[in-house]
């Protein structure tokens, strides 16, 4: 039975025409990446996060293999280029307990057939302040921050595909 609705399933995708998003971004990308990253100085850790969360998406999401600068297909060149912190809720005393983490990204990328693009993307994550121990405001921040970073990256994801059909 299992069998049966699964290739109902798969049938029914392939008759339509269903590709996967990976496709498309092959036919954009290529088959190799190689991921450059520009250093936010204010926030250099979620920086390198960035990039090895964008590696990671090269290779799971879009379905490449990471290649060295001048073996690559295409290039894409990553930078933070603003995070702010905005204040979304306070005590009683005026102090704020809870900030939206907003984080701002360029990605641009270039392939070997001269095709090149640019994207403005920006993501966001809310998180607790701690008003006893500094510390766990700081990790929140850094997790928020990595979470907003994802977003950014899934909306590259979908403009590439995009640009591959």
Do not use: H
Not at 99 to 119: I, L, P
Request: aromatic letters at 14%; a positive charge.
């Amino acid at each position: 039975m299992k069998k049966i609705l699964l290739l109902g399933v798969l049938g029914l995708l392939w008759g339509c025409g269903y590709l996967p998003a990976a496709y498309y971004a092959q036919k954009a990308l290529g088959d190799s990446v190689y991921v450059q990253l520009v250093v936010n100085l204010p926030n250099p850790e979620n920086s390198v996060q960035f990039k090895d969360s964008l590696n990671k998406a090269v290779i799971s999401r879009f379905q490449n293999r990471l290649a060295s600068q001048k073996n690559a297909d295409s290039i894409i060149t990553i930078k933070i280029t603003k995070v702010t912190d905005t204040s979304i809720a306070t005590n009683e005393q005026g102090f704020t307990t809870f900030y939206r983490a907003t984080v701002y990204a360029d990605f641009t990328y270039a392939n070997k057939k001269g095709g090149s693009k640019t994207f403005e993307n920006n993501g966001y994550y809310d998180y607790a302040v701690s008003l006893e121990n500094p510390l766990v405001t700081y990790n929140n921040r850094f997790y928020a921050i990595d979470q907003a970073i994802n977003q950014t990256i899934d909306k590259f994801i979908t403009q590439v595909a995009y640009q591959g059909k």
